[in-house]
């Protein structure tokens, strides 16, 4: 039974380190199953044998289950997290653009101007106020920036570690599964001497009701021999006798 516990962990180690190149369920359910089935078809098991093997596979099943649907949800979290960070992001963006084109307005209306002084003018008089916006652009830009590699950093921390937490849970499980198995197989020879004990107990019981049964048939029958021998008798008695 122990190899089945280290089939098992080796099967949930190989998903935890190779998570991201199993496609989902199935691919799942053959590492968890395909290592173990082999192991357990090679045994031929008793009826008793055979009801824990469908225990275990049952609580097997449910486990692969319970973390494909785990790691789901975390894929799921992630990529919502995901979304909502692209989501904040452009809007930055979007602020970004409006910005240089606000600069890019402002120096085409001075570019406009023909006269050399209105052109002097409208340089001098939007000048702060395209620096102003030049130099915002250029701080959101690379906040932005940094936001991107930060958001995608916590993202896949978040999602190793939520993936992490339901390996775990499920190495757990199938280790409890495996010890269950393997006691349920433990039981078998004591269920066995159990079952045994009636049948031992009721052939006794039968032998003392048989003889028992046997004494009044006994009893009647040499009552019937004493009756045929006393009457023998009172014949012979009264039968007369020629002198």
Avoid at 25 to 38: K, P, S
Avoid at 92 to 103: A, D, P, Y
Avoid at 141 to 161: E, I, L, M, P
Wanted: glycine content about 2%; some cysteine; proline content about 2%.
């Amino acid at each position: 039974m122990h190899l089945y516990t280290r089939v098992i962990l080796l099967a949930v180690a190989l998903f935890s380190v190779n998570a991201a190149h199993f496609g989902g369920d199935a691919a799942l359910e053959q590492v968890l199953f395909r290592m173990v089935e082999g192991q357990m078809e090679s045994r031929a098991l008793s009826p008793a044998g055979q009801a824990c093997s469908n225990n275990y596979v049952n609580a097997t099943t449910k486990n692969s289950e319970k973390l494909a649907n785990a790691t789901n949800a975390c894929e799921d979290v992630a990529n919502s997290t995901t979304v909502a960070n692209d989501r904040n992001s452009n809007a930055t963006v979007l602020t970004i653009r409006n910005q240089l084109l606000s600069l890019e307005q402002n120096l085409q209306l001075c570019r406009n101007e023909t006269d050399s002084a209105r052109f002097i003018n409208c340089t001098v008089s939007t000048f702060d106020k395209n620096l102003q916006l030049l130099d915002s652009s250029n701080s959101l830009a690379y906040q932005t920036q940094s936001q991107f590699a930060s958001n995608a950093t916590v993202v896949q921390a978040t999602r190793s570690n939520c993936i992490s937490a339901a390996v775990g849970d499920a190495k757990v499980q199938a280790i409890q599964a495996a010890n269950d198995y393997d006691s349920c197989l433990a039981k078998i020879p004591s269920q066995r001497v159990i079952s045994e004990k009636p049948k031992e107990q009721e052939k006794k019981e039968q032998k003392p009701v048989q003889q028992q049964e046997q004494k009044p048939v006994q009893q009647q029958q040499q009552q019937q021999q004493q009756q045929q021998q006393q009457q023998l008798t009172s014949v012979v008695e009264n039968f007369p006798v020629n002198n």
